[in-house]
């Protein structure tokens, strides 16, 4: 993180600070990472072998989601991989065990998808989740798991910006599934002592995120529409206001959250705490792309329903108990994953 108000550190001095604190308290660790070839789990993978942590990654690599091994090409040496599904109970059983920390990543991830088919979104998003913390019981119950909710469990808003009392009214099968799985780490908390870290995500975006589609990052989608010259469609208006977190931000509140002890058994909203217009998003991509037309069209059937209406993240708690704040603003954020995408685009388009 960079030096806050007060703080005399120069930004590059305050950077080498962050690391060596984390290097000596990730240094050694076991962790095991599942759904940890998406972008998510491949970027809290890459900063934890920067600090010496014995990683594992485990994945499905189930399609259409965002399971990429280019992701982890340059650390592939100095991690653990296994190709396993959640639902493997036995093999569960063997991946938690001696691991230090746990990074729940797994999961199915269009909201729309779930409606659609909602008995995979309930076998993955919630029974797979069970699977987890049964293995935990059993093998490992000592270990912190976190576990990686959605803003849209809170479903249509009502104030903004959104703390973590705000009421949790899921519309869809998927916000549901999560908010569930949601209630299973703390009953497993409560029972057996299972420690466990709860995020509820705004809208991530950056660099190693799949491209093909638009059920996973909206924000990365538009900017391969924009790569290709092509018309980026917004809903309605595009007065509608989201809030967006770049990867590394979103990463740099796991990897605290796994190690501060105030953090235990604790639900936080993670976001940049900034709102910003669905308009004005696409307008940052054009106009970083250099290529792209914003176009509005009319709100679709299937999206009527699950409209949650204008969303920001109260992020005060998780600046509190987690010692963090996000670095990186829209604009920036956008420049960072376009670059990233510009090199790499025949490996995610």
């Known amino acids: 993180m960079p030096a806050g108000p007060g703080n005399d550190l120069t930004g590059e001095e305050s950077t080498r600070k962050v690391k060596f604190k984390m290097n000596k308290k990730f240094s050694g660790k076991r962790v095991l990472i599942t759904g940890g070839l998406g972008m998510i789990g491949s970027t809290v993978a890459r900063q934890l072998v920067k600090y010496n942590a014995r990683v594992t990654i485990v994945d499905a690599c189930l399609k259409p989601y965002g399971a990429n091994k280019f992701n982890i090409r340059d650390i592939r040496s100095r991690v653990d991989l296994h190709i396993k599904d959640i639902r493997d109970k036995k093999a569960m059983d063997l991946l938690v065990r001696e691991k230090d920390i ?9 909201h729309n998808d779930s409606i659609g088919n ?3 979104d309930a076998d993955i998003n919630y029974i797979g989740h069970l699977n987890i913390l049964e293995s935990l019981r059993r093998c490992n119950p000592t270990a912190r798991v976190l576990f990686s909710g959605s803003r849209l469990q809170f479903g249509r808003i009502k104030t903004i910006p959104v703390n973590e009392s705000h009421i949790l009214r899921p519309l869809t099968p998927y916000a549901l599934n ?10 497993y908390y409560r029972m057996y002592g299972i420690p466990y870290v709860i995020f509820r995500i705004a809208n991530p975006y950056g660099p190693r995120a799949q491209m093909k589609h638009s059920k996973y990052t909206i924000l990365n989608y538009f900017i391969r529409q924009a790569m290709e010259g ?5 809903y309605g208006t595009g007065e509608q206001i989201r809030d967006y977190i770049y990867i590394d931000d979103l990463v740099s509140a796991f990897l605290s959250a796994a190690v501060s002890q105030e953090a235990e058994a604790e639900t936080f909203n993670i976001g940049s705490g900034v709102g910003t217009s669905f308009k004005d998003m696409v307008g940052a991509v054009v106009k970083t792309v250099g290529r792209g037309q914003l176009k509005f ?4 059937n299937n999206y009527i329903n699950v409209e949650t209406g204008d969303y920001v993240t109260d992020i005060s708690k998780a600046k509190k108990i987690l010692k963090w704040r996000p670095c ?3 604009r920036k954020g956008v420049g960072e994953t376009y670059e990233y995408y510009k090199k790499y685009k025949r490996y995610y388009f």
């Open 102 to 110: 746990i990074f729940n990543f797994a999961a199915q991830v269009s």
């Open 118 to 120: 909602p008995f995979l």
């Open 178 to 187: 999560k908010t569930a799985a949601e209630y299973l780490y703390k009953y």
């Open 230 to 234: 092509r018309d980026i469609t917004v």
């Open 297 to 300: 069209i009319p709100w679709p």
């Open 328 to 330: 990186v603003g829209i």
